[in-house]
């Protein structure tokens, strides 16, 4: 059974850091890209950053370019997404997915797995 599990979500002040994690669990993790996306209430759910399965290639969103770094450890199955900067405007529940046939990296149905999601609150 494929789980992807996320942590390191919670309240931060503007300006502020925070890392998020997600441990994947029943899939070869080096098989897939992954992606993180963000949804705040009354919102789509946005695309924020995408890695490839080795990690060499990596896309961020416009909103989080040059603040969030997307990374991945294939020994640890693990993605990460470090937050700096962090604005009001970031604040949302945060998920990561996996897919194997990625065709548009900002489109969510091209993920085939996703986690729970992990809370992210950036208060002014």
């Known amino acids: 059974q494929v789980q992807l599990v996320e942590s390191g979500g919670g309240l931060v002040q503007a300006g502020g850091s925070l890392a998020l994690s997600c441990a994947a669990y029943?899939?070869?993790?080096?098989?897939?890209?992954m992606g993180w996306f963000r949804q705040a209430p009354g919102k789509e759910r946005e695309f924020v950053a995408a890695?490839?399965?080795?990690?060499?290639?990596?896309y961020h969103a416009d909103p989080v370019q040059g603040r969030f770094t997307i990374s991945r450890d294939n020994a640890k199955n693990t993605l990460y997404l470090h937050m700096n900067s962090l604005k009001p405007e970031d604040t949302a529940a945060y998920y990561c997915?996996?897919?194997?046939?990625?065709?548009?990296?900002?489109?969510?149905?091209?993920?085939?797995?996703w986690g729970q999601g992990t809370q992210v609150t950036v208060s002014s």
């Open positions: 890695i490839s399965k080795t990690g060499e290639i990596s």
């Open positions: 997915a996996a897919g194997t046939r990625i065709t548009s990296v900002q489109t969510a149905a091209s993920y085939d797995y």
């Open positions: 029943g899939l070869t993790f080096s098989s897939y890209h």
